[in-house]
């Protein structure tokens, strides 16, 4: 996946009066910090030069995370969303995913950090029409009110970042603003799970059904230290590269994440939840299902469904075979 090119060139315009030597120690500085201080509700970034190394490492992996999310959701709920709420937006990742797959006509983006916030409408002033005319709100979403309303509200790579008082309060609060949906994504690290799992929870409670990845609404049947996540690869620049002392043109980005509206509607029958075990004539798949969690083998045999099983990966949805799937040992 690759960013919108005018988003690309965005950021490259943004990072272009840095040398990369202030860059480079910039980013180790923005990792250790996320790395050793999220979940403290403390500040992590507030300079211009923070800003922009952080949406030239973090802005593609976030909207290709985003993406792939929203598409999964966008499977199962087809309603209309003609507006945006960006919650914590950042540089606005989430926004320019959620615009390349709606015909938004309205944006708004909360942030909390200056510097955040005017890396972001500097981007914004080269996307389309919503994106170039979004609004921007300053405010903590954690100690002030939020009245905005919107058809789909977005909360990406925040939620881990606040205490568990603190999210709970904030999360009672988004749903509040989300006429339609509310999409959350998270690292897809067993911790980033933790707050998905925790968010599940507590939404079911309040009567919020789950639009995916979900194929139900029942308790998770995963271990407590086991977790769900998908992988979504990105394309990476010639800076970003640089930047992460990394050779290979893309990276991996492994993301968690909940779509949540406001009234029962179909969802997926089951979902891989690893990466398929292919071996010669068949496909190893397990999979989260309606009412279990199963192993699978699917082989030629089962024709339309074989090659559909070898194009899937882990988070699509998919249908088996009924009686022709037969039990797989456990392989790791």
Same mark, same amino acid.
Not at 5 to 16: F, N, Y
């Given at each position: 996946? $690759?960013? %919108?090119? =005018?988003? +690309?060139?965005?950021? $490259? ?10 860059? $480079?120690?910039? =980013? ?32 593609? !992996?976030? *909207?290709?995370?985003?993406?792939? &999310? ?16 960006? !919650? ?26 200056? &510097?955040?916030?005017?890396? @972001? ?23 002030? %009110? ?32 989300? @006429? ?9 690290? %067993? ?5 998905? /799992? ?13 639009? !995916? %990845? ?21 394309? #990476? ?6 930047? +992460?002392?990394?050779?290979?043109? *893309? ?29 010669? @004539? ?18 030629? +045999?089962? @024709?339309?469904?074989?090659? $559909? ?9 998919? #249908? ?10 456990? /392989?790791?």
């Amino acid at each position: 996946m $690759e960013l %919108p090119v =005018a988003l +690309k060139q965005g950021i $490259e315009d943004l990072t272009a009066g840095y040398r990369q030597d202030q860059m $480079e120690k910039t =980013a180790r500085e923005l990792s250790d910090r996320y790395r050793n201080e999220s979940g403290t509700g403390r500040t992590l970034l507030s300079g211009d030069l923070e800003a922009a190394v952080y949406a030239l490492v973090r802005m593609p !992996a976030t *909207y290709g995370a985003v993406s792939d &999310a929203l598409r999964y959701a966008l499977e199962c709920y087809d309603a209309p969303m003609k507006s945006l709420l960006d !919650a914590g937006a950042g540089s606005g990742a989430a926004a320019w995913a959620a615009a390349g797959q709606l015909a938004l006509e309205q944006i708004t983006c909360v942030e909390r950090e200056r &510097a955040m916030s005017r890396i @972001g409408e500097a981007l914004m002033r080269e996307g389309g029409q919503a994106l170039s005319r979004a609004k921007w709100l300053h405010l903590d979403l954690t100690a002030e %009110p939020l009245t905005a309303e919107a058809d789909l509200v977005i909360s990406s790579y925040v939620m881990n970042e606040m205490t568990e008082k603190d999210r709970r309060l904030v999360l009672d609060r988004l749903w509040a603003c989300a @006429g339609k949906m509310l999409l959350v994504v998270e690292p897809g690290t %067993p911790a980033g799970f933790a707050v998905i /799992r925790d968010i599940r929870n507590r939404l079911l409670q309040q009567g919020a059904h789950i639009a !995916a %990845p979900c194929p139900h609404e029942g308790e998770c049947r995963l271990a407590e230290k086991d977790w769900c996540h998908v992988t979504c690869r990105i394309q #990476r620049s010639k800076l970003h590269k640089a930047l +992460k002392h990394g050779d290979a043109p *893309y990276e991996d980005e492994k993301y968690t994440y909940m779509a949540f509206v406001r009234e029962e509607i179909p969802r997926a029958k089951a979902r891989i939840l690893r990466h398929p075990y292919i071996a010669k @004539g068949q496909i190893g798949l397990e999979i989260c299902g309606e009412t279990e969690n199963r192993k699978a083998v699917v082989t030629k +045999k089962d @024709g339309a469904c074989f090659r $559909e099983a070898r194009k899937a990966k882990q988070g699509d949805s998919f #249908r088996l075979p009924g009686d022709s799937a037969r039990n797989l040992s456990v /392989r790791n």
